[in-house]
């Protein structure tokens, strides 16, 4: 399974930016996916995961309400919709996939990794 992220960049605080994710399998619809983020010098954290089917969303308290996890079964792609940034969103993203249907805040449940896209917010 090889999962490509894409859409990182440079913007400023208060811009929106857009990540997509796309899976190399099309098995993709049965698994669960989830976007994560890793700052310098701090551990990977969760930002949000969604179920197989798109109906259950789950979202770190820092972005809720800013951030918004979308996917598409039939283009094998999972999206993240940031709004609003913030310059402590900077970080390296990453998308992972569950095996598992069901959505998990957990990043020990994921079974693949993207290679990350960086988001940079200036202030």
């Known amino acids: 399974v090889q999962l490509q992220a894409s859409g990182g960049g440079l913007v400023q605080a208060g811009d929106s930016l857009g990540l997509s994710c796309a899976a190399s399998?099309?098995?993709?619809?049965?698994?669960?996916m989830g976007w994560f983020r890793q700052a310098p010098g701090k551990e990977r954290e969760f930002v949000a995961a969604?179920?197989?089917?798109?109906?259950?969303?789950y979202y770190s308290d820092s972005v809720k309400g800013r951030f918004t996890i979308a996917r598409d079964n039939d283009k094998n792609t999972v999206y993240l919709q940031m709004n609003s940034l913030k310059p402590e969103d900077t970080a390296l993203y990453y998308c992972?996939?569950?095996?598992?249907?069901?959505?998990?805040?957990?990043?020990?449940?994921?079974?693949?990794w993207g290679q990350g896209t960086q988001v940079t917010v200036s202030s």
């Open positions: 399998r099309r098995t993709f619809s049965n698994w669960a």
């Open positions: 969604i179920s197989r089917r798109g109906d259950i969303t």
């Open positions: 992972a996939a569950n095996l598992e249907p069901w959505a998990t805040t957990h990043s020990g449940a994921y079974d693949y």
